[in-house]
């Protein structure tokens, strides 16, 4: 591989004209400088470029779940802006554990120019040593409990979960249930809360053994959906708290032989990538994945290449409700499955 210094002498200049040139500078021999570097092949070196300019070039990003269809199609969205601006990302899990993302974040501090996080817990403070080392970072679908300085890109959870409670109940249902992921979290914490309110303003109360809490995995929901079935009054809809949770009730449902939606209503938020190909197309929460990664990368661009002052931008993308037919209004009272 050629070097910097056989590139000046095939162009007849100074190693720093050439390098004055490589990093964008106006330089008077820039044609023969230029032809050399042809010539030769030359290709900079990407760690010496790191050192002169502060930047690595790499953005982090950081979330609980990659096996997690959300989080795959928010990375289609990072990586739609990334292309053609000069970064690459860095993916990594965090598995849901705040002790995890803590050893990530302290391995990415000096190897990347910004984070893109969805934080474990809003109780979370390993994000406060990005702050601390000068690393911006945009949370990605959570953010910290209190006044914690980061530009996020959110949903409107609260008010998908709301929209969802009001379907149900529109449709007659009063034997609802809900298995939602942990109430630490952004949206466990605000899908919970639309979903009471909008329980509550049709007169509805959610008993405990109706309220949930699993861990927005597959399994957990499989068997707490098994225990709401073997109840001595089942619930004749359920809501689920992620596409993760959605599936796992499903499976549970088509274990126990019940039938979607004659005997028990799903509603779950974020829609399958097969939903509309079920048996009984899934009614659920959609929400823009994809512009959501794409709106947190630009803000991330914009912090790096920008250096943009200002207060950290709090950004809510609406949510849609995509009513489907695995819902319907309640048939007579069915025992229990066991």
Same mark, same amino acid.
């Given at each position: 591989?050629?070097?910097?210094?056989?590139?000046?002498?095939?162009?007849?200049?100074?190693?720093?004209?050439?390098?004055?040139?490589?990093?964008?500078?106006?330089?008077?021999?820039?044609?023969?400088?230029?032809?050399?570097?042809?010539?030769?092949?030359?290709?900079?070196?990407?760690?010496?470029?790191?050192?002169?300019?502060?930047?690595?070039?790499?953005?982090?990003?950081?979330?609980?779940?990659?096996?997690?269809?959300?989080?795959?199609?928010?990375?289609?969205?990072?990586?739609?802006?990334?292309?053609?601006?000069?970064?690459?990302?860095?993916?990594?899990?965090?598995?849901?554990?705040?002790?995890?993302?803590?050893?990530?974040?302290?391995?990415?501090?000096?190897?990347?120019?910004?984070?893109?996080?969805?934080?474990?817990? @809003?109780?979370?403070?390993?994000?406060?040593?990005?702050?601390?080392?000068?690393?911006?970072?945009?949370?990605?679908?959570?953010?910290?409990?209190? &006044? @914690?300085?980061? &530009?996020?890109?959110?949903?409107?959870?609260?008010?998908?979960?709301?929209?969802?409670?009001?379907?149900?109940?529109?449709?007659?249902?009063?034997?609802?249930?809900?298995?939602?992921?942990?109430?630490?979290?952004?949206?466990?914490?605000?899908?919970?809360?639309?979903?009471?309110?909008?329980?509550?303003?049709?007169?509805?109360?959610?008993?405990?053994?109706?309220?949930?809490?699993?861990?927005?995995?597959?399994?957990?929901?499989?068997?707490?959906?098994?225990?709401?079935?073997?109840?001595?009054?089942?619930?004749?809809?359920?809501?689920?708290?992620?596409?993760?949770?959605?599936?796992?009730?499903?499976?549970?449902?088509? &274990?126990?032989?019940?039938?979607?939606?004659?005997?028990?209503?799903?509603?779950?938020? &974020?829609?399958?990538?097969?939903?509309?190909?079920?048996?009984?197309?899934?009614?659920?929460?959609?929400?823009?994945?994809?512009?959501?990664?794409?709106?947190?990368?630009?803000?991330?661009?914009?912090?790096?290449?920008?250096?943009?002052?200002?207060?950290?931008?709090?950004?809510?993308?609406?949510?849609?409700?995509?009513?489907? @037919?695995?819902?319907?209004?309640?048939?007579?009272?069915?025992?229990?499955?066991?």
């Amino acid at each position: 591989m050629a070097t910097i210094h056989e590139v000046a002498a095939k162009a007849g200049v100074s190693t720093a004209t050439v390098s004055r040139y490589l990093r964008g500078q106006k330089v008077r021999s820039a044609q023969a400088v230029n032809a050399a570097v042809a010539a030769l092949g030359y290709s900079p070196n990407a760690v010496a470029q790191s050192l002169k300019s502060g930047r690595t070039g790499m953005i982090g990003v950081v979330v609980p779940d990659v096996t997690n269809p959300f989080f795959a199609a928010v990375a289609k969205g990072l990586e739609q802006v990334c292309q053609g601006q000069s970064f690459r990302m860095l993916l990594a899990n965090s598995g849901e554990s705040a002790e995890t993302e803590q050893e990530i974040l302290a391995d990415l501090v000096h190897r990347v120019d910004g984070v893109i996080l969805a934080p474990a817990t @809003e109780q979370d403070d390993a994000p406060l040593q990005l702050r601390e080392a000068g690393v911006p970072a945009v949370f990605l679908d959570r953010e910290l409990a209190g &006044d @914690e300085p980061f &530009d996020a890109v959110l949903v409107d959870n609260v008010g998908g979960a709301h929209a969802a409670a009001k379907h149900l109940t529109d449709l007659g249902h009063t034997r609802i249930a809900m298995i939602n992921g942990p109430a630490d979290t952004t949206p466990g914490r605000g899908r919970r809360e639309g979903f009471l309110a909008g329980l509550e303003e049709a007169g509805i109360e959610l008993p405990p053994e109706y309220d949930l809490m699993g861990g927005f995995q597959e399994g957990t929901a499989h068997q707490l959906a098994l225990q709401l079935l073997a109840q001595p009054e089942p619930p004749t809809a359920i809501f689920t708290g992620n596409n993760l949770m959605t599936v796992g009730v499903l499976k549970a449902l088509q &274990d126990m032989r019940v039938d979607v939606p004659g005997e028990v209503s799903v509603l779950g938020f &974020d829609d399958l990538t097969l939903g509309s190909l079920l048996r009984s197309p899934l009614t659920c929460i959609d929400r823009p994945d994809v512009e959501q990664g794409a709106l947190a990368m630009r803000l991330m661009l914009s912090r790096i290449t920008h250096d943009t002052p200002g207060a950290p931008r709090r950004i809510v993308l609406d949510t849609q409700l995509l009513v489907r @037919e695995s819902t319907a209004s309640p048939r007579p009272t069915r025992k229990a499955r066991r």
